[in-house]
């Protein structure tokens, strides 16, 4: 009979112990999921400010060229004519 209460007694801090292991890992992937979202937003929030950084040096680097040297004046054309045939494609593409 000693030996019968000896294993539930066991058996009853084995699952006391499981339990309490499962809150705490539940605890632990709600705080890793809230840290995940943070980390997803900063992301996004780095990613739209390094497009629109690289967006502005490019803007800087077409008004430089024309107020530069010819090897600038250069590259500002040529990226006035690539933007000119962007244009172009996309009327293109609106008027099917």
């Given at each position: 009979m000693n030996d019968n209460r000896a294993f539930i007694d066991?058996?009853?801090e084995k699952i006391?112990?499981?339990?309490d292991d499962n809150r705490r890992?539940?605890?632990?992937v709600a705080r890793l999921a809230e840290e995940r979202d943070?980390?997803?937003l900063r992301n996004r929030e780095t990613e739209e400010r390094a497009r629109s950084l690289e967006r502005r040096v490019?803007?800087?680097?077409?008004a430089g060229a024309f107020a530069?040297?010819?090897a600038d004046n250069r590259a500002a054309r040529l990226r006035v004519n690539r933007l000119l045939r962007e244009i172009d494609s996309c009327i293109?593409?609106?008027n099917k």
């Open positions: 066991s058996l009853g006391r112990r499981v339990i890992l539940r605890e632990e943070g980390l997803v490019k803007t800087l680097e077409t530069g040297n010819r293109a593409l609106m």
